[in-house]
């Protein structure tokens, strides 16, 4: 059973999902809503899947570990060049 809610959107997206309708991509607002929720599952499980490769890879790498203090410093410095660069 479907369950009708309302939501809140900024003019431009509700103007891209009528567009959709529109050129006849979609049927329906709703069809255009469920296809973005789809998409954003298989993004996030993408995600997720990317995430846990990296830990694998990490935790499989034999390098010599790199202190905490290093990697903060290291995050530090990333971070101000990118506010003076941005």
Excluded at 8 to 14: D, H, K, T, V
Excluded at 17 to 36: E, F, N, P, W
Excluded at 53 to 69: F, G, M, N, T, Y
């Amino acid at each position: 059973m479907n369950e009708k809610i309302s939501i809140a959107l900024p003019p431009q997206m509700i103007d891209e999902i009528k567009a959709r309708v529109d050129t006849g991509l979609y049927d329906s607002t709703s069809d255009v809503m469920q296809a973005a929720l789809r998409a954003l599952d298989r993004e996030e499980a993408l995600m997720g899947q990317s995430i846990d490769a990296k830990v694998r890879e990490a935790l499989d790498d034999d390098s010599p570990a790199i202190p905490a203090d290093a990697v903060f410093e290291r995050l530090e410095q990333l971070h101000a060049a990118s506010k003076r660069d941005g």
